[in-house]
């Protein structure tokens, strides 16, 4: 049975890891959204969904967004992960091996 301490800490994980990845996504959202305005000379859409947005436009902010913002949360989730090992001794619970080791996947039939 895990201790309260490893429960704490787990939850005490959760908390961090889900405001590092709300900071990162609104710092990438700024960050994004100047870059938009400086390359295009206008603001970038406020919902891509509305037919006045061209498609083209739409389709790129939606790609160009959905990416970076993904990709700034994954950052910061493994800064959190690699600070919680630093200071506990070993990974999250949540991040904890789960058998996708290449030299233990199975072998494919010919």
């Known amino acids: 049975m895990a201790s309260s301490s490893s429960s704490d800490n787990s939850k005490l994980y959760s908390a961090f890891s889900l405001v590092a990845a709300i900071a990162a996504a609104a710092v ?12 295009t000379g206008k603001n970038p859409p406020a919902n891509p969904a509305d037919p006045d947005v061209s498609v083209g ?41 789960d058998g996708q080791d290449a030299d233990r996947a199975p072998v494919p039939e010919s």
Request: net charge positive; proline share 4%; charged share 20%.
């Open 57 to 97: 436009e739409a389709v790129l902010w939606a790609a160009v967004s959905g990416t970076l913002i993904g990709v700034a949360r994954m950052f910061a989730a493994r800064r959190t992960a690699q600070y919680y090992a630093k200071s506990t001794g070993h990974l999250p619970p949540q991040l904890k091996k």
């Open 28 to 39: 990438a959202k700024k960050a994004l959204n100047t870059s938009w305005r400086a390359a």
